[in-house]
C-alpha cells in the first residue's frame, strides 16, 4: 500500500509541475522582415512605452543571470502598423522576432514624419537597440526595458 499511495503522490506531483510550467507562454515570435534603412548609430537614446506587458520576451533578450544587460547590441525592427485597433500611427519595436515595446504616441508620430522625409513612409526600419534594468544594487529585481539608439524625436 506505502508503495502505492508514492505512485500516486509522483503522479499527482508531476501533474502539478507540468500544469504550472505549461501555462508559461513563451513570447510570440514574428517573422524577422526586411528592411529599407538602418538608422545610424548616434549614441543618442530613445525610450519605448509598453515594455511591462513584453518583459517575457524582454527577459529572454537579458539572458541567463542578466548576462546582456547594457552590454549587448541587439537590432530593433521599428515597425509602422497602420492597422492597430489603438492607433493607426503606432509604431512597434520588435527584437529577435520578439515585439518588445511600441514608441510613445507623440514619438510614433514624429517618427513616421522622420520616415517620410526619407521618402521611406510605411517602410520597416531597423535601429541598434540595448536591454536595461534586471537587477538593482541589492539584488532586487526590477522590470526590463529597451533604450533604441536612434536620434531623439522633435515634437
Known amino acids: 500500500m506505502?508503495?502505492?499511495s508514492i505512485a500516486v503522490i509522483t503522479v499527482v506531483s508531476f501533474c502539478f509541475?507540468?500544469?504550472l510550467n505549461s501555462s508559461k507562454k513563451e513570447p510570440r515570435k514574428n517573422p524577422i522582415p526586411n528592411v529599407a534603412y538602418e538608422w545610424p548609430d548616434n549614441g543618442d537614446e530613445c525610450d519605448i512605452v509598453g515594455e511591462s506587458y513584453y518583459q517575457d520576451a524582454i527577459k529572454l533578450l537579458a539572458g541567463p543571470d542578466d548576462e546582456n544587460i547594457g552590454s549587448k547590441k541587439f537590432k530593433a525592427f521599428l515597425i509602422p502598423e497602420d492597422n492597430?485597433?489603438?492607433d493607426n500611427k503606432a509604431v512597434r519595436v520588435d527584437i529577435?522576432?520578439?515585439t518588445v515595446g511600441y514608441f510613445g504616441r507623440e514619438d510614433a508620430?514624429?517618427?513616421r514624419r522622420r520616415l517620410g522625409a526619407k521618402k521611406l513612409s510605411g517602410q520597416i526600419t531597423a535601429c541598434k537597440a540595448v536591454v536595461i534594468g534586471g537587477r538593482g544594487p541589492r539584488g532586487e529585481q526590477w522590470n526590463y526595458g529597451i533604450f533604441l539608439?536612434?536620434?531623439a524625436f522633435d515634437w
Open 96 to 98: 529577435d522576432g520578439m
Open 84 to 86: 492597430n485597433p489603438y
Open 109 to 111: 508620430r514624429s517618427f
Open 149 to 151: 539608439s536612434i536620434e
Open 2 to 4: 506505502l508503495g502505492f
Open 17 to 19: 509541475y507540468y500544469a
